[in-house]
């Protein structure tokens, strides 16, 4: 119970410091944010919880997948702020966009040769 609370603090220490520093600096939070920390500690409390090299290539590999289309989000978004659309719907466009392209990605993956 405690390493969930522990695990569930830092992530929550992680996004608190990243909306601190963006009010500020908003590129040095964006610079913060854009580190692989959820990755990095995602696979530190995986392998801590099943040391198994193979499992931890198989989520490495998927992440690595699956960063690709969630790029355009960071496209979308800003777009949709500077032309008129609020902060709300641009957020929910560029989050339906994300998942419309995991989706193709996990179907062209599986056409390729990547399990996702």
């Known amino acids: 119970m405690w390493y969930l609370v522990l695990k569930a603090a830092l992530s929550g220490v992680i996004i608190a410091i990243v909306s601190e520093v ?3 600096f908003p590129g040095l939070g964006a610079l913060i944010a ?3 920390l ?9 392998w801590r919880d099943r040391p198994d090299a193979a ?3 198989a989520h490495s590999s998927a992440t690595f997948w699956f960063v690709i289309p969630s790029l355009p989000m960071f496209l979308v978004i800003p777009w949709l702020l500077r032309n008129g659309t609020g902060f709300w719907p641009a957020l929910l466009a560029g989050c339906l966009l ?6 193709l990605a996990v179907w062209a993956g ?7």
């Open 55 to 57: 499992n931890m290539a």
């Open 110 to 116: 599986a056409r390729i040769g990547v399990q996702l």
């Open 22 to 24: 963006s009010r500020r």
């Open 98 to 103: 994300t998942v419309v392209l995991y989706a």
């Open 34 to 36: 854009s580190l692989p």
């Open 38 to 46: 959820v990755s990095i500690l995602g696979m530190i409390w995986l």
